[in-house]
T-cell receptor, first 114, second 112 residues
Framework: DTGVSQNPRHKITKRGQNVTFRCDPI?????LYWYRQTLGQGPEFLTY????????KSRLLSDRFSAERPKGSFSTLEIQRTEQGDSAMYLC????????????FGNGTRLTVT | GDSVTQMEGPVTLSEEAFLTINCTYTATGYPSLFWYVQYPGEGLQLLLKATKADDKGSNKGFEATYRKETTSFHLEKGSVQVSDSAVYFCALSVDNFNKFYFGSGTKLNVKP
């Protein structure tokens, strides 16, 4: 179990630019989740995948956000035309998706939009 | 809808003091309940869990009991250490673990 890996750890970008984050889940986990966390708040659900299928998206996920998990392994989250309000910690988590499987989180990618 | 409410922080305690962080939930079905901990600069780590009523989750001296009658899952520790300083999140999952909902977190500061 090498844990959930997220890259980059930090990203600073100018408003209007596109950014892409990557998440590598625990290898045997078939569920992958993206959350967003702002200062002083708990994680807010964005979207999740069962294998390569994106099963649910939060209404927080505007049209500028897109996530993929092309081969059911790693996932990418892209934000187009970034806005200052997008500044947050983006967390990825994975789970085995059965029984009482909890979420296993990565260390997150902190996005700052200037 | 499904949600979690936990006590606001920060909570400041002296080392070896008793800790309670309150958590209550609202859920349409039969949720599983979790406590996660987040140390500075790190991601959330599972601390403990309970999957049905009256279950007690425990880990590293922390305990929480799933109380269906009061819809609560309060976190307790008999003697806190400086190293326990972190943010603690209560969470629930529903719908066969498809969805997880988190509270807003409670920051714990333990002073020597």
């Amino acid at each position: 179990d090498t844990g959930v890996s997220q890259n980059p750890r930090h990203k600073i970008t100018k408003r209007g630019q596109n950014v892409t984050f990557r998440c590598d889940p625990i290898s045997e986990h078939n569920r992958l989740y993206w959350y967003r966390q702002t200062l002083g708040q708990g994680p807010e659900f964005l979207t999740y995948f069962q294998n390569e299928a994106q099963l649910e998206k939060s209404r927080l996920l505007s049209d500028r956000f897109s996530a993929e998990r092309p081969k059911g392994s790693f996932s990418t989250l892209e934000i187009q035309r970034t806005e200052q309000g997008d500044s947050a910690m983006y967390l990825c988590a994975s789970s085995a998706g059965q029984g009482s499987s909890p979420l296993h989180f990565g260390n997150g990618t902190r996005l700052t939009v200037t | 809808g499904d949600s979690v409410t936990q006590m606001e922080g920060p909570v400041t305690l002296s080392e070896e003091a008793f800790l309670t962080i309150n958590c209550t939930y609202t859920a349409t079905g039969y949720p599983s309940l979790f406590w996660y901990v987040q140390y500075p600069g790190e991601g959330l780590q599972l601390l403990l869990k309970a999957t049905k009523a009256d279950d007690k989750g425990s880990n590293k001296g922390f305990e929480a009991t799933y109380r269906k009658e009061t819809t609560s899952f309060h976190l307790e520790k008999g003697s806190v250490q400086v190293s326990d300083s972190a943010v603690y999140f209560c969470a629930l999952s529903v719908d066969n673990f498809n969805k997880f909902y988190f509270g807003s977190g409670t920051k714990l500061n333990v002073k020597p």
